[in-house]
């Protein structure tokens, strides 16, 4: 616990720094007047986006759970997901989000199989979204070395999260056995690290599963790449190519889940400066389109906390109790 406290210490330096460092290096009455000029259609039909995508990511957790022989109506697996978002971004953790969904819903579907589906969730948007960022950095004319330095990071955590998936998939050739010699506990806890591996193992040997997933991960970062592009486009200056601001806006999306700050604030917007500056979009544009995104996701986030301060007796035994 001690520890845990260490580290948000660590992370809320981090982000204060972080956060300084930008203040330092954008015109704060540029950026101002950015978001004064941009056009409310242009707010609503981006805030639209957002709040789409969330639910289309919502649907593909409904789907590994059902792989996984879980069925849950769908207006819980929303609920659930908003008020994980929720979490997110108003406790100092990113994985607090994943944490809520398997206490609200293990309860009453087992608890190892949220889990399970929560895991492989993760993985696959993670690994999906990190193959498509390397592989469009790969093929943009831009060599920036930022570019370079973003490609071979998502070319990691691309290649990390294809063998976590194959490792769960295939297994491990008897742990249990391997563990024997430790004793009984160790073998217990073998039995029950294979037991999850099985349930994450579910969804995975479906092929249909897995493309459907990639389905909603490109859909979602290609229109959000779109919404990039118009929001340089309103500033009235060269948006870059398409291919090149899909690997940017990917990788950013992919790194700012780095664990070095709080939630990812001051981190996102550093990756948005320095990743977008190579394509010729200015530090106040990608600070400013960072921030209205982020936006739209704290509005999200309100909509979990409606949800999350339901009454005793709703669906999936939310209650007005705090997550924590």
Aim: proline share 5%; hydrophobic share 60%.
């Amino acid at each position: 616990m001690k520890r845990a406290r260490v580290w948000v210490v660590v992370q809320a330096a981090v982000t204060v720094g972080l956060l300084a460092l930008l203040m330092r290096t954008i015109d704060v009455a540029a950026l101002t007047a950015l978001f004064a000029g941009l056009p409310l259609t242009f707010y609503f039909i981006s805030l639209a986006v957002v709040l789409a995508g969330q639910i289309a990511y919502a649907w593909r957790w409904r789907l590994l759970l059902t792989s996984a022989g879980v069925t849950v109506p769908f207006r819980d697996v929303i609920r659930q997901y908003f008020v994980g978002i929720f979490v997110n971004n108003f406790l100092p953790s990113s994985v607090g989000g994943d944490a809520a969904k398997v206490f609200y819903l293990g309860h009453e579907y087992g608890y190892r199989v949220i889990v399970a589906s929560v895991a492989v969730d993760r993985l696959l948007g993670v690994g999906l979204l990190a193959l498509l960022a390397s592989t469009a950095l790969w093929l943009s004319p831009p060599a920036s070395p930022r570019l370079v330095a973003a490609n071979v990071a998502t070319a990691i955590i691309a290649a990390t999260s294809v063998l976590l998936l194959m490792l769960i998939g295939i297994g491990t050739g008897g742990l249990p056995v391997r563990v024997a010699r430790f004793g009984t506990r160790a073998v217990q806890l073998a039995q029950q690290l294979q037991r999850l591996r099985l349930d994450m193992a579910a969804p995975l040997r479906r092929p249909e599963v897995i493309i459907q997933a990639a389905i909603v991960v490109v859909g979602y970062s290609v229109i959000v790449t779109m919404i990039y592009l118009r929001f340089v486009a309103l500033q009235h200056v060269p948006t870059p190519p398409f291919a090149a601001m899909f690997g940017a806006v990917s990788a950013t999306a992919v790194l700012s889940n780095i664990p070095i700050s709080l939630n990812g604030l001051g981190l996102r917007e550093q990756l948005h400066a320095s990743l977008l500056a190579p394509l010729g979009v200015g530090p106040e544009i990608a600070v400013g389109i960072s921030l209205l995104l982020y936006a739209h996701l704290v509005i999200a986030s309100l909509i979990g906390m409606l949800f999350w301060l339901r009454p005793a007796g709703s669906a999936a035994g939310i209650t007005g109790t705090s997550a924590t």
